[in-house]
């Protein structure tokens, strides 16, 4: 087990404990755990353990109702100003129930069991929480950590294989924007990761929760460093919420077309943005989208944090080495579309 401690957040995020050992980690509180259905469904003797509340699933159901929902039933339970929230689940189940505790009572002490791959490297770290409102995505939240984060592989067994793919995706970023090594590790292994070698996955885990750490730990408020983290995010929102991709499989695509815009305004050499699209392919992710330009487009002007006339888009100087390039929304609307008329003659 590893384990790293995240400065000024009073936050230690535990890669490769076993969530079996959680009560070596509760404080002597009275402890409500919020999941979701399929975590219910595969670990109903752990939950039941614990009173517990069970969310639905998926993206819908990120909203004010389950914040409303969870409350009301945390007050049947008799929950106080003293009690503990454990969220077990993927980042949605940490998301809310990181933003219930934060406002219950005037907030809350809260961990998490985090059970899918993006959520182990990613949600996991940062104290980011939130809900949707509306189709504006984590439009209400506040930055608040957890005590502790359990990232245990053993159950990324239960997770869909898509999923799993889509933490690859996140993964993968975190190599690109930071970590050559990481990257050659991941070109290196791939078949040994995408079969969940339990020590290999550990020391993944641990590679790319570092990486996010060390830039959380620089940027907390993401203020300038922490928005190399949303490299291929911009355009991989837009493809996320008009297709059926999950996040890791839309940012896959992002990360393919910043990459491709990397080489005109960054200097990334041709072979490197080759090379990110193999590994990316390596990993079974798609790297190409058939959403329009168009739609891509007024997707950004309307993102909520897009309402100026120019973006700090992420581009990448070479693999491991990102920059944060502003750049007029006009301009980038107009190389988009270049980009997804390319990459028809690309693939
Ligand atoms: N706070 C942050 O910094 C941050 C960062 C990235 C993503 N997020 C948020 O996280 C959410 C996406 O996270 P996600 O990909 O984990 O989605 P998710 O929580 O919806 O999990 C994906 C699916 O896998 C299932 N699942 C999770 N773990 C499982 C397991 N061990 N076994 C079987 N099924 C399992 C879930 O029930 C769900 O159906 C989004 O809402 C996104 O906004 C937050
Ligand atoms: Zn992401």
Same mark, same amino acid.
């Given at each position: 087990?590893?384990?790293?401690?995240?400065?000024?957040?009073?936050?230690?995020?535990?890669?490769?404990?076993?969530?079996?050992?959680? !009560?070596?980690?509760?404080?002597?509180? +009275?402890?409500?755990? /919020?999941? @979701? $259905? &399929?975590?219910?469904?595969?670990?109903?003797?752990?939950?039941?353990?614990?009173?517990?509340?069970?969310?639905?699933?998926?993206?819908?159901?990120?909203?004010?109702?389950?914040?409303?929902?969870?409350?009301?039933?945390?007050?049947?339970?008799?929950?106080?100003?003293?009690?503990?929230?454990?969220?077990?689940?993927?980042?949605?189940?940490?998301d809310v129930t990181g933003f219930v505790a934060s406002i219950f009572m005037r907030g809350l002490d809260?961990?998490?069991?985090?059970?899918?791959?993006?959520?182990?490297?990613?949600?996991?770290?940062?104290?980011?929480?939130?809900?949707?409102?509306?189709?504006?995505?984590?439009?209400?939240?506040?930055?608040?950590?957890?005590?502790?984060?359990?990232?245990?592989?053993?159950?990324?067994?239960?997770?869909?294989?898509?999923?799993?793919? !889509?933490?690859?995706?996140?993964?993968? +970023?975190?190599?690109? /924007?930071? @970590? $050559? &090594?990481?990257?050659?590790?991941?070109?290196?292994?791939?078949?040994?990761?995408?079969?969940?070698?339990?020590?290999?996955?550990?020391?993944?885990?641990?590679?790319?929760?570092?990486?996010?750490?060390?830039?959380?730990?620089?940027?907390?408020?993401?203020?300038?460093?922490?928005?190399?983290?949303?490299?291929?995010?911009?355009?991989?929102?837009?493809?996320?919420?008009?297709?059926?991709?999950?996040?890791?499989?839309?940012?896959?695509?992002?990360?393919?077309?910043?990459?491709?815009?990397?080489?005109?305004?960054?200097?990334?050499?041709?072979?490197?943005?080759?090379?990110?699209k193999n590994l990316l392919e390596d990993f079974e992710l798609p790297v190409a989208t058939n959403v329009?330009?168009?739609?891509?487009?007024?997707?950004?002007?309307?993102?909520?944090?897009?309402?100026? !006339?120019?973006?700090?888009?992420?581009?990448?100087?070479?693999?491991?080495?990102?920059?944060?390039?502003?750049?007029?929304?006009?301009?980038?609307?107009?190389?988009?579309?270049?980009?997804?008329?390319?990459?028809?003659?690309?693939?």
């Amino acid at each position: 087990m590893k384990s790293i401690r995240i400065k000024n957040q009073n936050s230690t995020i535990l890669i490769g404990e076993s969530y079996k050992n959680i !009560s070596n980690y509760l404080p002597e509180k +009275k402890c409500f755990l /919020i999941c @979701d $259905e &399929n975590i219910y469904r595969n670990y109903t003797q752990f939950v039941e353990q614990f009173d517990y509340i069970v969310m639905g699933c998926g993206e819908s159901i990120k909203t004010w109702s389950s914040v409303e929902m969870i409350i009301e039933k945390l007050l049947d339970f008799g929950a106080d100003r003293n009690s503990f929230l454990l969220g077990m689940g993927g980042g949605l189940v940490s998301d809310v129930t990181g933003f219930v505790a934060s406002i219950f009572m005037r907030g809350l002490d809260f961990g998490f069991i985090s059970t899918s791959l993006l959520s182990q490297v990613d949600a996991s770290v940062g104290g980011k929480n939130g809900v949707n409102f509306g189709k504006l995505k984590n439009m209400i939240g506040v930055f608040n950590p957890p005590q502790f984060v359990i990232c245990d592989p053993i159950l990324l067994k239960t997770l869909p294989k898509r999923e799993i793919r !889509s933490g690859f995706g996140e993964i993968i +970023k975190h190599a690109f /924007i930071k @970590d $050559e &090594n990481l990257f050659l590790f991941l070109k290196k292994n791939k078949e040994n990761l995408l079969n969940l070698n339990a020590n290999l996955m550990e020391d993944l885990i641990y590679r790319a929760v570092s990486i996010k750490t060390n830039v959380v730990e620089n940027d907390p408020l993401e203020k300038g460093e922490r928005k190399k983290l949303n490299f291929g995010h911009t355009i991989g929102h837009a493809i996320e919420n008009n297709s059926d991709l999950t996040h890791g499989e839309a940012v896959s695509v992002g990360m393919v077309l910043a990459s491709k815009l990397s080489e005109s305004e960054t200097n990334l050499s041709h072979s490197d943005s080759k090379e990110i699209k193999n590994l990316l392919e390596d990993f079974e992710l798609p790297v190409a989208t058939n959403v329009s330009s168009d739609i891509i487009n007024e997707y950004l002007v309307k993102d909520k944090k897009k309402n100026r !006339s120019s973006i700090d888009f992420i581009l990448l100087n070479k693999i491991g080495e990102a920059s944060i390039q502003p750049m007029a929304i006009d301009t980038l609307k107009s190389k988009i579309i270049s980009l997804i008329e390319n990459q028809k003659t690309n693939c």
